[in-house]
């Protein structure tokens, strides 16, 4: 989805570049979601991971988003795929509304394509960000 510049670190951008390139990712059953994911790298604005503000959401991020259609509020952390578990709010990069978060920052309103329709979702905030906490290992 074309929209203003989103944000992300060049750790999130080397990391989310090597899953575009795995070949078990690209013959897998996310396949579809990654030309997606490359459009956002390719549209990013990238920083180094102490330069990212805390209120943009980067990998491993908790985040606090308002479905504006329902009014459901979720709590969501923002995961590289072999981490996802749905059980725990633990979304994959690779899932629609995880590609959708990425780089966005809380207040913004972000408009996505999932496979219902469009869903519309407000950042109410960022709960956790690993860079704000000074975890850049993860």
Same mark, same amino acid.
């Given at each position: 989805?074309?929209?203003?510049?989103?944000?992300? @670190?060049? &750790?999130? *951008?080397?990391?989310? @570049?090597?899953?575009?390139?795995?070949?078990?990712? *690209?013959?897998?059953?996310?396949?579809?979601?990654?030309?997606?994911?490359?459009?956002?790298?390719?549209?990013?604005?990238? #920083?180094?991971?102490?330069?990212?503000?805390?209120? #943009?959401?980067?990998?491993?991020?908790?985040?606090?988003?308002?479905?504006?259609?329902?009014?459901? #509020?979720?709590?969501? @952390? &923002? $995961?590289?795929?072999?981490?996802?578990?749905?059980?725990?709010?633990?979304?994959?990069?690779?899932?629609?509304?995880?590609?959708?978060?990425?780089?966005?920052?809380?207040?913004?309103?972000?408009?996505?394509? $999932?496979?219902?329709?469009?869903? #519309?979702?407000? $950042?109410?905030?960022? &709960?956790? *960000?690993?860079?704000?906490?000074?975890?850049?290992?993860?």
């Amino acid at each position: 989805m074309p929209g203003r510049d989103i944000v992300i @670190t060049s &750790l999130d *951008q080397n990391r989310l @570049t090597a899953i575009l390139n795995s070949p078990s990712i *690209q013959e897998g059953p996310d396949r579809e979601r990654l030309s997606e994911l490359r459009a956002e790298l390719e549209r990013a604005v990238v #920083v180094e991971p102490g330069e990212v503000p805390a209120d #943009v959401i980067t990998m491993n991020s908790k985040v606090k988003v308002l479905d504006m259609a329902s009014g459901d #509020v979720k709590e969501y @952390t &923002l $995961v590289y795929p072999h981490m996802a578990d749905i059980t725990k709010n633990m979304i994959s990069i690779l899932a629609p509304v995880g590609t959708a978060l990425l780089g966005y920052r809380a207040g913004d309103v972000i408009e996505w394509r $999932v496979p219902s329709g469009t869903r #519309v979702l407000k $950042v109410e905030s960022v &709960l956790y *960000q690993p860079e704000a906490a000074g975890d850049f290992h993860l």
